[in-house]
Nanobody, 128 residues
Framework: EVQLQASGGGLVQAGGSLRLSCTTS????????IGWFRQAPGKDREVLGCMKSGDGSIWYEDSVKGRFTISSDNDKKTVYLQLNSLNPEDTAVYSC?????????????????????WGKGTQVTVSS
């Protein structure tokens, strides 16, 4: 059974940090592109960045470069998202998604149909 589960969210003060985890199972982790996304109330989903653990390729959305960092523990089949210097505008549900059907491709898309599976998100709330 394919599973992706985001965890680690919570309430944090502005300027604080959190580390989110995306634990996975049921698909070839080393061939997959795993992406981090968020959706704030009343706003569209946005992509934050993606990583292909097999070769270490990482891409970040410009708006989070320097503040957010993606890493992985391949043995645990887990991808992390380190959130630093958080501000209230970062309040959202953060989720992860994976693409592995085309292992030669780096697929990082907000479109449901482009990723092979989406996990349930974790709430991040940043207070001012």
């Amino acid at each position: 059974e394919v599973q992706l589960q985001a965890s680690g969210g919570g309430l944090v003060q502005a300027g604080g940090s959190l580390r989110l985890s995306c634990t996975t199972s049921g698909f070839p982790f080393d061939d997959a592109t795993i992406g981090w996304f968020r959706q704030a109330p009343g706003k569209d989903r946005e992509v934050l960045g993606c990583m292909k653990s097999g070769d270490g390729s990482i891409w970040y959305e410009d708006s989070v470069k320097g503040r957010f960092t993606i890493s992985s523990d391949n043995d645990k089949k887990t991808v992390y998202l380190q959130l630093n210097s958080l501000n209230p505008e970062d309040t959202a549900v953060y989720s992860c998604a994976g693409h592995w059907q085309n292992p030669d491709d780096f697929v990082c898309s907000i479109r449901e149909q482009d990723m092979d599976d989406w996990g349930k998100g974790t709430q991040v709330t940043v207070s001012s």
